[in-house]
């Protein structure tokens, strides 16, 4: 069954540029009411790394909205120095992890009127074995997944997660012109389309079945066709 988006008030987080941006545009296409929260450039103007940040976010964005019947948890990233090396580790860890359960907790009581749904934008780089350097990061998104999955449907309130590879946004395209693919991209070495994305977040958000589920997409080399598998 198709939860209806026309007319609908939602949130993106870290949705001034990238994927952010292109969920919100996709949302707003649908007919959704959306405001943006990131570091500038959007209707909340937000820091997501620190704490009590994201209750002030989901505040000021049911005030605008009247309501919030979609949370998008989409803010996320890194910068080295990391874990070890870093003294301020703490904070990638906010940002990527704590700040989307601080926005989960206090979105609830107006996301469970309808009830509504969130969706948590993860990595892969939370998944495997291997080595990677944003260690933080990898933590993070990790705990992003197994909160879909613990979770899943609470108050109502369906849960989900995208859990994306390596994503050809301008960032990363700007990046490739100085580095190849294998340097940028944790293994294998492929590139997602943004609305490859935005698709995924989409079925998620409509498809009032879905919960606790985490849908993880995989470009293909050279900007090949995406294969995806639900967990």
């Known amino acids: 069954m198709l939860v209806e988006l026309a007319g609908s008030a939602a949130l993106v987080t870290g949705g001034a540029a990238g994927i952010g941006a292109a969920i919100a545009a996709d949302l707003e296409a649908a007919g959704a009411r959306v405001v ?17 940040d994201a209750r002030r976010m989901v505040s000021e964005a049911i005030d605008q909205l009247g309501g919030l019947d979609v949370l998008v948890n989409n803010a996320g990233g890194y910068s080295p120095p990391t874990f070890p090396s870093n003294d301020d ?12 359960m601080e926005a989960i907790k206090h979105a609830l009581p107006s996301l469970a009127k309808r009830p509504g749904c969130v969706i948590n934008v993860a990595s892969s780089a939370a998944l495997g074995d291997a080595p990677y350097s944003g260690v933080e990061y990898a933590v993070a998104k990790a705990g992003l997944i197994r909160l879909t999955s613990a979770l899943g449907t609470v108050e109502g309130v369906r849960v989900n ?26 293994p294998p070495p492929t590139l997602l389309g943004v609305q490859e994305v935005v698709a995924a977040v989409r079925q998620l958000i409509e498809d009032d079945s879905a919960s606790g589920r985490v849908t993880v997409l995989t470009g293909r080399a050279r900007g090949g066709n995406v294969t995806a598998s639900g967990r």
């Not at 390596?166 to 693919?181: G, I, K, M, Q």
């Open 89 to 100: 580790w703490r904070s990638p860890l906010e940002l990527n992890l704590l700040s989307a």
């Open 36 to 52: 943006v929260a990131d570091r500038g450039g959007s209707q909340i103007v937000v820091d997501l790394s620190r704490p009590g």
């Open 161 to 186: 997660c995208v859990c994306p590879h390596t994503v050809a946004t301008d960032a990363v395209r700007r990046a490739l012109e100085t580095r190849t693919l294998e340097e940028i991209a944790p």
